[in-house]
């Protein structure tokens, strides 16, 4: 029994990760999240990449930048401020989070 609750758990895990990746990069677009940042390279804001390789080893990665997803940002990527989104709800900050997190 042992063995068939592993598989399903890896499974789901593998199941989710394509299905985090689209609804994310739905959201990015959406959101307007790509009129600032990219996957690689700087446009006003920082590349998602730079973005995950900054925060992947703080334990609260996910919920800090959800947090500034919502709120905004001043100083932390130099002077330019990321402005508050309050379009984006808690549910998707945290899965575009996740996601982002996840660039490498």
């Excluded at 609750?5 to 990746?21: E, I, R």
């Excluded at 500034?68 to 932390?76: A, F, L, N, R």
């Excluded at 130099?78 to 982002?100: E, F, H, Q, R, W």
Aim: with cysteine; aromatic share 6%; charged share 25%.
């Amino acid at each position: 029994m042992k063995p068939l609750v592993l598989s399903a758990a890896a499974a789901f895990t593998l199941a989710s990760g394509p299905l985090l990746a689209a609804d994310a990069q739905e959201l990015l677009k959406e959101k307007a999240c790509l009129s600032c940042h990219t996957v690689d390279k700087k446009l006003v804001g920082p590349a998602y990449k730079e973005v995950a390789a900054k925060y992947k080893s703080r334990k609260d990665a996910e919920a800090y930048l959800a947090k500034k997803i919502k709120e905004g940002s001043t100083g932390v990527w130099g002077p330019i401020p990321m402005p508050p989104n309050g379009t984006v709800g808690d549910d998707d900050a945290k899965t575009l989070a996740k996601y982002i997190l996840t660039i490498k």
